[in-house]
């Protein structure tokens, strides 16, 4: 069986677990996630934890136990905590600016580029060469960041662009003559 799977989920105080038929949902003070219950998995709730356990002897049935528990583990996560990710922007003249639920970057295009934040997502930029996206789903929060990275990705000769906080960027020797 799956070691991720075998392992029970605790939910802390404050967050609410509800099993129905085919889905599970998880409310807490940042908001409630709803995930569909994969099939080969079954899942119960005894006293405060969550045991997650195959539907029957197959392969597949064993590695989606351990699936459905980190999922679950990451909609627990993100309704008690949240999880956020922080881009820098690299080169001369970038700059973001958030308002409300819009993204606005001048990244060396010839016009602005912006980008309209999902529903459940949150921008912030808290200087002009740093962006903040907050969320409770680790999903969402992990798409929206990497299509921010995609609209100018970093280069690898000057190294400018669009980086993830932390991100390491390799840069090229230039031609020598």
């Known amino acids: 069986m799956s070691r991720v799977g075998k392992m029970p989920l605790s939910v802390p105080k404050g967050v609410d677990v509800t099993l129905t038929g085919e889905t599970i ?15 080969l998995v ?6 405060g934890r969550l045991l997650f356990a195959p539907a029957n002897d197959s392969v597949e049935a064993d590695a989606m136990s351990g699936t459905m528990r980190a999922l679950v583990a ?6 008690t905590k949240g999880f956020e990710k922080r881009l820098a922007l690299v080169g001369v003249g970038f700059r973001a600016s958030a308002q409300g639920s819009k993204l606005n970057l001048q990244v060396g295009f010839s ?5 309209e934040m999902p529903a459940g997502v949150k921008v912030e930029c808290p200087t002009q060469t740093e962006i903040v996206i907050k969320g409770s789903d680790r999903q969402a929060v992990g798409q929206v ?5 995609a609209l100018r990705p970093p280069e690898p ?3 400018k662009g669009i980086r993830y906080i932390g991100e390491k ?7 020598k003559k």
């Open 25 to 39: 949902s998880v409310k807490g003070s940042m908001g409630t996630l709803v995930r569909p219950v994969n099939a």
């Open 42 to 47: 079954t899942v119960k709730n005894e006293e």
């Open 74 to 79: 990451n909609m627990v996560g993100g309704v």
């Open 111 to 115: 016009h602005p580029v912006s980008k």
């Open 145 to 149: 960041a990497a299509e921010v990275r």
């Open 157 to 159: 000769y000057k190294g």
């Open 169 to 175: 960027v390799v840069i090229k020797e230039t031609k």
